[in-house]
């Protein structure tokens, strides 16, 4: 059953480092997705990429983050300079249609330290 | 208000119990519903999709929707202890500059116990 992957399961960083996070999702889909969970919270939108480009962002998505596909299955999550609050379960979705179902990785656990 | 409301339990039940999670919302925009169980430290795993208001059934799972009343239902019939995880919410409304965006509720923890 074809599934999104996300790479690394875990990264540690120190703070101000820059990070990637890196999801690779289903072949034929072309909604991709960022959200978030930090620690007993709410999963949280960050961004929406279709077309090669942002389509949608949340408040939480500032000029620290960006987005990139660069490649015909890569979709990456950049972190610039990372700060303790950016400690959270990173999760990468990817839907067929813009109405679809969304599936989910199995997530990265970014700690920043 | 918020726009997704669940009550995050912890719900537990004895195994063979039916189980009944709940969601209400505020944005009437809203088209799409879902749910998702999580497993701790895990992704999200689809459950259900349903589309508008009305009943949806899945082996053991059924989605309920009522948008009159902005309110939506998963039920678990014959409850195992393997269902034991949070189960999530989520919902998008129907397109214009939306892109997918999914909007979740708290989650409810739940325990199934033998």
């Known amino acids: 059953e074809p599934e999104v992957t996300q790479t690394p399961s875990h990264q540690v960083t120190q703070m101000g480092q820059e990070v990637i996070l890196r999801c690779v999702p289903i072949s034929n889909h072309l909604y991709f997705y960022w959200y978030r969970q930090i620690l007993g919270q709410k999963v949280e939108f960050l961004v929406s990429f279709y077309n090669n480009e942002i389509s949608e962002k949340s408040e939480i998505f500032d000029d620290q983050f960006s987005v990139e596909r660069p490649d015909g299955s890569n979709f990456t999550l950049k972190i610039r300079s990372t700060k303790l609050e950016d400690s959270a379960m990173y999760f990468c979705?990817?839907?067929?249609?813009?109405?679809?179902?969304?599936?989910f990785g199995q997530g990265t656990r970014l700690t920043v330290v | 208000q918020k726009e997704v409301e669940q009550d995050p339990g912890p719900l537990s039940v004895p195994e063979g119990a039916i189980v009944s999670l709940n969601c209400t919302y505020s944005?009437?925009?809203?088209?799409?519903f879902m749910w998702y169980r999580q497993y701790s430290r895990k992704g999200p795993e689809l459950l259900m999709y349903t589309y508008s208001s009305g009943n949806k059934e899945d082996g053991r799972f059924t989605a309920q929707v009522d948008k009159s009343s902005k309110y939506i239902s998963l039920f678990i019939r014959d409850s195992q202890p393997s269902d034991s995880a949070t189960y999530l919410c989520?919902?998008?409304?129907?397109?214009?500059?939306?892109?997918?965006?999914?909007?979740f509720g708290q989650g409810t923890i739940l325990t199934v116990h033998p």
């Open positions: 989520a919902m998008r409304d129907a397109g214009g500059t939306s892109y997918g965006k999914l909007t």
């Open positions: 979705a990817s839907s067929e249609r813009r109405a679809g179902e969304a599936f």
């Open positions: 944005n009437s925009a809203f088209q799409y």
